[in-house]
């Protein structure tokens, strides 16, 4: 179960920032202690989730790092090009 209240996590913040929330996806891949998500919303949002110099997306990452430190488990986030 370890990493379902972080993709949780991720789904929530992910949309309360972007314009097309039904858009957001996250996919999740666990590799033994690490959690691996990876981030997709639609291509008008990516800026909103990325931030200028990124600044949103390691403020997620942070918040991430925190609540997996919780869990007692390590993750990565991806944010994924739009297909």
């Known amino acids: 179960m370890k990493g379902e209240n972080l993709q949780g996590l991720v789904e929530f913040v992910a949309q309360s920032l972007v ?6 996806s996250v996919e999740k891949r666990q ?3 690490t959690v691996n998500l990876e981030l ?3 291509k008008q ?3 909103r989730v990325i931030g200028k110099s990124g600044r949103v997306a390691n403020s ?3 918040l991430l790092k925190v609540a997996a430190a919780r869990e007692g488990s ?3 986030l991806d944010i994924a090009e739009p297909r």
């Open 19 to 24: 314009d097309r929330p039904g858009e957001v």
């Open 31 to 33: 590799h033994g202690n």
């Open 40 to 42: 997709h919303v639609a």
């Open 45 to 47: 949002d990516m800026g």
């Open 60 to 62: 997620i990452r942070t």
């Open 74 to 76: 390590r993750v990565n």
